[in-house]
């Protein structure tokens, strides 16, 4: 399923290391650790928690002569970076646009799982499948009330002072039902 909210890349990492590791998927390098240089990153209660700070390879790396399970080995672990990459700021709603970015590079991993399925078990990748699409769920719900609350807000400033005073419940439940979808 979803990783819970307040935990680290690293945390996560480990957590998907396991369950590739026990499906036999193997998506990350023998020996390979999760990047080691700690970052301070604000939790959605605003604590500081220790973060892993990721190192983003330009392109998956591919050889001509990989096996398909190593091609897809490679091309699942660069997809699983970018989704960790947006967890930060996904979790934090600073910025709309990193639940958007979030989705897509969860939909780039399900693609990804899709293409390379004849090379792994299907009764393996299947589960971590249904993971990626749950996890896609939940972030277009919290997109979906982003996205809402972007246009209302737009909305508001043309109407009078006593209209857009009319609106400010609908804005405050909508504000909340987003916290509650983001914990």
């Known amino acids: 399923g979803c990783d819970r909210v307040g935990d680290g890349a690293g945390q996560a990492w480990r957590r998907w290391q396991r369950a590739f590791q026990k499906n036999r998927m193997a998506i990350f390098a ?7 240089e700690p970052e301070s990153v604000p939790s959605s209660s605003g604590s500081a928690a220790p973060r892993r700070v990721l190192r983003l390879d330009k392109k998956p790396g591919v050889l001509p002569d990989d096996p398909m399970s ?3 080995r490679k091309i699942l672990f660069y997809h699983f970076e970018r989704v960790l990459q947006h967890e930060p700021g996904s979790r934090l709603g600073k910025d709309i ?23 792994y078990r299907r009764k393996q990748v299947e589960p971590l499948i249904d993971g990626l699409r749950a996890t896609g769920r ?12 972007e246009k209302l807000g737009v909305y508001r400033t043309s109407l009078t002072a006593e209209g857009a005073r009319s609106l400010d419940p609908v804005i405050e439940r909508a504000r909340k039902a987003l916290r ?3 914990s």
């Open 30 to 36: 023998p020996g390979s650790e999760p990047p080691t």
């Open 70 to 72: 190593e091609a897809g």
């Open 97 to 119: 646009e990193a639940v958007h970015d979030m989705r897509v590079a969860t939909r780039r991993l399900r693609s990804a799982f899709r293409i390379f399925l004849p090379f």
């Open 138 to 149: 939940a972030l277009g719900a919290v997109r979906d009330m982003d996205v809402f609350l």
């Open 180 to 182: 509650d979808s983001r």
